[in-house]
Nanobody
Framework: QVQLVESGGGLVQAGGSLRLSCAASGRTFSTYTMGWFRQAPGKEREFVAS????????DYADSVKGRVTISRDNAKNEVYLQMNSLKPEDTAVYYC???????????????????WGQGTQVTVSS
């Protein structure tokens, strides 16, 4: 079965950095767009970033643009999210996500993604 497992979260002070990883199994996602979402307590799950299957294009939420870089290693079936200059408002559970089919996924809505990891907690203190 398909499984996405996030790692790399933790507690960091404002201005610090974290690198999140997403390891996929059960399916090769080398031809799929992949995405990262986050959800803070009491808030809706929101889009953070996505990357095309060949890393030709990337997309970022305005709230993280310039501070976050999404990347992937298709040989390892992994996706990464490098986060720098972290702010307290970045505190959330971060989820790795994949769509149900290969190719481009142009929507940033959670409903466009079929597979989700269990999430990794990122806490940014001030």
């Amino acid at each position: 079965q398909v499984q996405l497992v996030e790692s790399g979260g933790g507690l960091v002070q404002a201005g610090g950095s974290l690198r999140l990883s997403c390891a996929a199994s059960g399916r090769t996602f080398s031809t799929y767009t992949m995405g990262w979402f986050r959800q803070a307590p009491g808030k809706e799950r929101e889009f953070v970033a996505s990357i095309s299957w060949n890393a030709y294009s990337t997309d970022y939420a305005d709230s993280v643009k310039g501070r976050v870089t999404i990347s992937r290693d298709n040989a390892k079936n992994e996706v990464y999210l490098q986060m720098n200059s972290l702010k307290p408002e970045d505190t959330a559970v971060y989820y790795c996500a994949a769509p149900s089919r290969r190719g481009p996924t142009i929507s940033s809505l959670p409903a466009a993604f079929a597979y989700w990891g269990q999430g990794t907690q990122v806490t940014v203190s001030s």
